[in-house]
C-alpha cells in the first residue's frame, strides 16, 4: 500500500476505519461557498407519514456549502486512479465490494 501511494499520491488511508482521505487539491479542488438560504421554521405530518419540512418565505440566514470540481479533461485519468487503488486494495486483502443486503 506504501509503494502504490508513493507512487500515485494524491491520497492517504486510514487503516483503523477503513476510509480513503482525498486532501483539497489532489484530485479535484474543493471549494466552500457561502449562500442564502430560506430559514427552518418547523415540520408538517403528512396523512402518509411522511414528514414535511416549512420554510419561511421572508427569513433568509446565511448558509456554507462545498463543492468538488473534478476537470473534465482529466476523468479518465482520475477513473484509472480509482481502478488502480481497487485493484491495490483488493490484493493486499482489503474487500471494495459494496455489501450484500439482504
Request: hydrophobic fraction near 35%; glycine fraction near 6%.
Amino acid at each position: 500500500m506504501e509503494k502504490w501511494i508513493v507512487r500515485n499520491g494524491a491520497c492517504y488511508f486510514n487503516y483503523g476505519d477503513k476510509d480513503i482521505i482525498l486532501p483539497d487539491g489532489g484530485l479535484f479542488s474543493i471549494e466552500k461557498k457561502k449562500y442564502k438560504a430560506r430559514k427552518m421554521i418547523g415540520y408538517k405530518r403528512l396523512p402518509n407519514g411522511m414528514t414535511e419540512i416549512l420554510f419561511s418565505k421572508k427569513k433568509i440566514v446565511p448558509s456554507e456549502k462545498y463543492e468538488a470540481t473534478i476537470w473534465m479533461s482529466e476523468l479518465d485519468e482520475i477513473i484509472n486512479y480509482f481502478q488502480s487503488m481497487k485493484r491495490m486494495l483488493n490484493k493486499i486483502g482489503i474487500n471494495t465490494a459494496p455489501p450484500i443486503r439482504k
